[in-house]
């Protein structure tokens, strides 16, 4: 089993739509979540962080719900420029720095 | 500008040659790792530092080599390539101070062949 699994996509969906990619992981111990954005051949970005209560920033919501050890993020009145690989990051117990990447949630908005 | 720079972006080369892959950050981070990236797998850690002449293992570091030499440089050396190397590779950086919430800083990725 991978530790931090997502669905690849793609996802396509119009410009305008609401979008949800969802993140399963299997280490309990896991201290921090993130989301990063990757456009293709490029550096993955951070995109948020996720914390405990939900947070949102503009028209990202990101939510953690760790008995289900699930990550989700939310994306409405998508844009062109959303279109890109939308990576599930996790940060175990292991070690101060230690991230597991997801393979990755491919999005095409269309016009 | 905050930036982690990777030299360089892009190289052909042929089983068996040493090549180096540098990797300078400006922003005083302690915390520096390198990563590759394959089709269907993501980014897999190689190998990390937490500071200057501290480096440890990361997933996937067989045939790879690194040194820390000077808190801004992390160079990646592979001491003799071989084909199952060929990949995307990203260098990082991080602060260690602030919580576990610091996020990586990444370079531009280097593309790398071994024919």
């Known amino acids: 089993r991978k530790e931090v699994e997502q669905d690849p996509g793609p996802f396509n969906v119009p410009e305008g739509a609401t979008v949800a990619f969802n993140c399963t992981y299997s280490?309990?111990?896991?201290?921090?979540f993130f989301w990063y954005r990757q456009d293709c051949r490029k550096e993955p970005k951070l995109l948020m962080s996720?914390?405990?209560s939900g947070n949102e920033d503009g028209r990202f919501t990101a939510q953690l719900n760790r008995a289900s050890q699930y990550i989700s993020l939310l994306i409405r009145d998508s844009k062109l420029s959303d279109s890109a690989t939308y990576l599930c990051v996790v940060r175990e117990n292991t070690g101060f720095q230690k991230l597991v990447f997801g393979t990755g949630t491919r999005l095409l908005v269309s016009p | 500008e905050a930036q982690v720079t990777q030299n360089p972006r892009y190289l052909i080369t042929v089983t068996g040659k040493k090549l180096t892959v540098t990797c300078s950050q400006n922003?005083?981070?302690?915390?520096m790792s390198w990563y590759r990236q394959d089709p269907g797998l993501g980014l897999r850690q190689i190998y990390y530092?937490?500071?200057?002449?501290?480096?440890d293992k990361g997933d996937v570091p067989e045939g790879y080599k690194v040194s820390r030499k000077e808190k801004r440089n992390f160079p990646l050396i592979l001491e003799s390539p071989s084909p199952n190397q060929t990949s995307l590779y990203f260098c990082?950086?991080?602060?260690?101070?602030?919580?576990?919430?610091?996020?990586?800083?990444f370079g531009d990725g280097t593309r790398l062949s071994i024919l």
């Open positions: 990082a950086s991080s602060s260690m101070t602030g919580g576990s919430n610091q996020p990586q800083h």
């Open positions: 922003m005083n981070h302690e915390y």
């Open positions: 996720v914390y405990s």
């Open positions: 530092s937490m500071n200057v002449e501290v480096t």
């Open positions: 280490n309990s111990a896991s201290q921090s």
